[in-house]
């Protein structure tokens, strides 16, 4: 039988027998998840397989965590809850993924066939609740379709552009026989790189007098980063990134920039002002990075690639809009390149304008490394962790402040939430993280509020022994929205003051150690005595109630009405 | 005006699907029509979609559509209106020069054509009209969805 991928004899399964074969087909080693009542038949079959179940403290964190482990590996995330409470606990999660484009599946229960839609208890239509924020999902009410429904959603969760599937099997779908007799394997197609578009892009690459490359997830998520460098090193090309593209390409790379966008550098935001050429490849034109649509990269001509067609022209018109895989599109480019002589001058005299433009900006970083605060406790991190440090922020300030001040040498080693911007994202990822990659270093850097909206998750972390490290960024505020108090709302700080723990008590009471530092106290002994010590440290970093973010673009602006720090 | 036909199957749980992508993604829907497939076409459905967009966006959100799993088909189509009238008036001769199919069943006249025509024919019955029940726009059965994604 060619069209099937497996041909062995099976011998009668239960429904929740034939979840389990499917997820150990699929190579998967970790689920995320918490049992309950219309789960009860799948959480039975699972000590029969060689799967490891990671039991969080909350269906989002689990959700979060099998996001973060599909994020750092590269493969799909599984996340499992019961029906009801535990279904709409992952939705946040699920929006998470979806945003940031993340191939997840998530496996709920539901109540018995002949219960559903009787109000019964812990029923919930998940289905109808997650189909704006999932790339598909099924119910599967025939045991027999359970196998290959479930192979199914991987298929659609990492094809094309990666998102998250969600499976709602009823329980007694789970308990009943099943009569499958094997898969039939349903591949996707590539996506064509066959475009006339790609010949043009190279063409416009040659002629650039002021260009830039502009790089998105999808060059991570597609594994194009090797050929994101060729492309820039061959064409000398400097290269920017979108938030989720930052480690897409080294930082310490000279004709790396940084990111632009509403907390993105100031030289950055202006050298896109100033292009003409902008190479935007695995990105969507967030408005995070455009501001005002209409003025951003206004003199400049745009490539635009992206796996999903319905990304081009969405929010920015391109000049040549390529439906494409990045990895598969940039090599072609390369080719195309490498067929035609370069008869261009070359972009050097831009390349030294925007060194230029970059010095004030060094010499700021240069003098904030001896103050205490985020800078400070930044290079502390990166100095005591090494360069196969992977780091896992959360939202707010100090992800803005990590992103902006972090250097991310290595592939793949910056996670966040970056289109949500779910707080609480970052502890339950870390332990994702550190599942994947268990020899490397993570660190959380997260806000003092963030950090506590699944602050449970210690117990995880403690009881699988996860050697994650946390740095709290602790102003006693939910200090991004505090910010912006400061600047549209004269200063009047609605609800943003915010309280916590005594983190020393708490992670004593988890049994994991935990340190309060304020400023005077030795920051980098601090870090490097948490890297050294064995499991998770939580670092409590008190730090000016009132730091802000610089620079600004205010919402829906362009980079001429930015804010930048008083003398800069 | 675009015109788009999607062909689908998955029954309402696809149907909730499509739905929600064109609300969620607030694409500029100024008319929906909902048919089904031929028997012998697995219970599938068709949903003619009336876009108020440019033909860009247009093919954009077709894109979109057709990355909806339960999508087996999708693109820009030629569309019908039918209405089913209960008159006293004579219909006849507007038909003819509305330039629209008609006949007359056990009391009611079914008119059927393109739907600009179909609206000459109602407009020349004017008050005649004494009840109606008008369906489409819906995409011309014989045509194949050209130009998918």
């Known amino acids: ?94 929006a998470t993924a979806q945003m940031d484009s993340v191939p997840l599946v998530a496996i709920t229960g539901q109540v018995g066939r002949p219960a559903m839609g009787k109000d019964s208890f812990q029923e919930t239509n998940v289905m109808g609740m997650t189909l704006p924020f999932t790339k598909h999902s099924f119910l599967v009410e025939d045991p027999d379709e359970l196998y290959p429904t479930m192979r199914r959603a991987f298929e659609i969760a990492r094809g094309g552009r990666p998102g998250p599937v969600l499976v709602d099997v009823p329980k007694d779908v ?40 502009l790089a998105g997830h999808g060059v991570t998520l597609g594994g194009a980063e090797m050929e994101l460098r060729l492309l820039a090193e061959r064409t000398g090309i400097p290269v920017v990134t979108t938030l989720l593209g930052i480690s897409a390409f080294p930082d310490d ?30 990105m969507r034109f967030d408005d995070r990075i455009t501001g005002a649509a209409h003025k951003f990269a206004k003199g400049a001509k745009i490539i635009h690639i992206d ?35 370069d008869e261009g001058e070359g972009c050097e005299h831009w390349r030294e304008e925007l060194a230029r ?72 990822a870390a332990m994702g993280v550190a599942f994947a990659y268990p020899e490397d270093p993570v660190w959380v850097i997260a806000g003092d509020g963030g950090i506590q909206m699944n602050i449970q998750e210690l117990a995880t972390i403690r009881d699988f022994g996860l050697n994650i490290k946390v740095a709290v960024l602790n102003n006693g505020y939910l200090g991004m929205v505090r910010q912006w108090q400061q600047f549209f709302h004269n200063r009047r700080y609605s609800e943003t003051p915010i309280t ?22 030795d920051v980098e002994a601090a870090v490097r005595r948490a890297q050294e010590q064995e499991g998770c440290t939580i670092l409590d970093f008190h730090i000016d109630p009132e730091a802000n973010v610089y620079p600004m673009i205010p919402s829906g602006m362009s980079v001429n009405e930015m804010i930048e720090e008083d003398g800069a | 005006m675009n015109t788009m036909e999607v062909r689908f199957t998955g029954g309402m749980l696809a149907l909730n699907r499509l739905l929600m992508t064109l609300q969620n993604k607030r694409m500029p829907v100024a008319g929906f029509t909902l048919a089904r497939e031929a028997a012998g076409n697995s219970g599938g459905m068709r949903a003619t979609i009336l876009l108020e967009c440019p033909p860009e966006p247009a093919l954009r959100y077709t894109a979109l559509i057709s990355a909806l799993e339960d ?52 407009a020349a ?17 014989e045509g194949e969805a050209r130009g998918g994604v």
């Not at chain 1, 916590?500 to 106290?521: F, H, K, N, V």
């Not at chain 2, 507007?94 to 006949?103: D, N, P, Q, R």
């Open chain 1, 174 to 213: 789970q308990f009943a026989a099943t009569d499958d007799k094997g898969y039939r394997r349903l591949r996707e197609a590539p996506p064509p790189v066959e475009s006339p578009g790609l010949e043009r892009a190279a063409m416009l690459l040659r002629n650039a007098k002021r260009p830039l490359i």
């Open chain 1, 1 to 94: 039988m060619e069209d099937t991928a497996f041909n062995i004899e099976y011998k009668s399964r239960t429904g929740s027998e034939a979840m389990c074969e499917a997820l150990l087909d699929e190579g998967v080693e970790y689920l995320f998840g918490y049992p309950g009542g219309a789960i009860m038949p799948f959480y039975d079959a699972l000590p029969d397989y060689p799967l490891k179940h990671v039991l969080t403290r909350h269906e989002q964190a689990a959700a979060h965590a099998a996001d973060g482990y599909a994020r750092a590996s590269g493969r799909v995330g599984v996340c499992v809850a019961t029906s009801g409470p535990g279904a709409t606990n992952l939705v946040t999660g699920l």
């Open chain 1, 253 to 282: 790379h000279p004709l790396y920039l940084g990111w632009p966008g509403m907390h993105g550098q100031a030289s950055v935001n202006r050298a896109i002002d100033r292009s003409d050429l902008l190479f935007a490849v695995g």
């Open chain 1, 307 to 341: 796996v999903d067609p319905s990304e081009l022209g969405k929010v920015i018109k391109p000049t040549v809009g390529i439906a494409a895989d990045a990895k598969a599109a940039m090599r072609s480019i390369l080719g195309h390149l490498d067929n035609a002589p």
């Open chain 1, 357 to 428: 433009s970059q010095e004030p900006e060094r010499r700021r970083k240069e003098s904030a490394r001896d103050q205490y605060g985020p800078i400070q406790v930044m290079e502390a991190i990166k100095a005591a962790a090494g360069p196969d440090l992977r780091l896992v922020t959360d939202v707010g300030q100090h992800q803005m402040w990590a992103a902006q001040f972090f250097e991310f040498t290595k592939t793949n080693s910056h996670i966040t939430s970056g289109g949500l911007g779910t707080m609480g994202f970052a502890l339950p």
């Open chain 2, 125 to 141: 019955l004017g008050d005649g009209v004494e009840d109606m029940v008008r369906l489409g726009p819906l995409a011309r059965p």
């Open chain 1, 500 to 521: 916590g723990p005594d983190y020393e008590q708490l992670t004593a009471s988890y049994g994991l150690a935990g340190r309060t530092i304020r400023e005077g106290d």
């Open chain 2, 71 to 122: 999508v087996s088909e999708v693109g820009p189509a030629e569309t019908i209106e039918v209405a089913l009238i209960s008159t006293s008036k004579e219909w006849r001769t507007a038909a003819e020069s509305a330039g629209i199919e008609a006949h007359e069943d056990d009391g009611t006249v079914v008119a059927s054509g393109a739907p600009e025509k179909v609206e000459d024919f109602l």
